[in-house]
């Protein structure tokens, strides 16, 4: 006869609090192996930021170009991971069957939704760290409150993610790509990244000033170069933006 007893491993899935962590590590590892990534997230914001610093492509007014411009490269680079670069990898892997299979799993949709959330924000944190060494090293003198800034920050990657993740959710890979980059590219020329808003008509600066990427990048600038308190009106747009952009990931999300 063979002996009762307990056996272990435990048949079951992990707590829910485990699997969240593990599939952030494995979604940061790829994210960080995938050279095409590295060169949307990382590189193209520093690029910009070193370019439209040191050559004097934009008239930006008075004061230091890179005080103007590094708050918005910080936004662009939000943007670049939480969005672009999320919408298109979860994009493919919708095509490739790897989201079907995870739906398979004890992981459920918000879970993994959270586990992209997660691995954005570690990437994020390599985005910040490198534009403000290279902004501190062309002479950015920042000024402000660094919980304004975290929360800026935070709640921009909020907004983005939802967009990203919805965008990927329910457009085919293809399309995706395509689209991803057109608005990575449209929101780069006016969302206040590297030319003032004042520099479009006043119809058109009222319309964009409620996009999230004008939200964060003017918050920032508000915050960083004149040293404004807490900017209640960024972020509140970014509020919004994040609680509609994760609320409709979550419901139309499609797993194929």
Do not use: C
């Amino acid at each position: 006869m063979t002996a009762t007893g307990t056996y272990s491993p435990k048949p079951g899935a992990a707590p829910l609090a485990r699997m969240i962590a593990a599939q952030a590590v494995l979604e940061t590892k790829m994210l960080l192996r995938n050279g095409e990534q590295l060169l949307l997230t990382v590189i193209i914001p520093t690029l910009l930021l070193v370019l439209f610093g040191t050559v004097d492509v934009v008239d930006l007014g008075e004061g230091e170009a890179v005080d103007f411009l590094a708050p918005g490269i910080l936004a662009l680079a939000v943007m670049s991971t939480a969005f672009t670069g999320q919408a298109i990898a979860t994009g493919f892997e919708r095509r490739y069957g790897v989201l079907k299979r995870l739906a398979s799993s004890p992981l459920p949709r918000w879970g993994l939704m959270t586990a992209k959330t997660l691995s954005v924000l570690v990437t994020e944190v390599l985005q910040v760290l490198l534009v403000t060494v290279v902004a501190l090293a062309l002479g950015w003198s920042p000024h402000g409150d660094p919980l304004s800034v975290f929360l800026l920050l935070l709640l921009g990657t909020a907004a983005f993610s939802g967009l990203g993740l919805l965008m990927a959710g329910t457009l085919r890979a293809e399309a995706t790509l395509a689209a991803a980059n057109l608005v990575f590219l449209l929101l780069l020329v006016g969302g206040g990244v590297v030319v003032p808003l004042d520099r479009f008509p006043d119809a058109a600066q009222d319309v964009l000033g409620l996009l999230p990427i004008s939200a964060l990048s003017e918050g920032l600038r508000d915050v960083l170069q004149h040293g404004a308190g807490m900017p209640w009106g960024s972020l509140g747009i970014l509020a919004l933006w994040a609680v509609a952009g994760l609320a409709a990931a979550g419901r139309y999300f499609r797993w194929e």
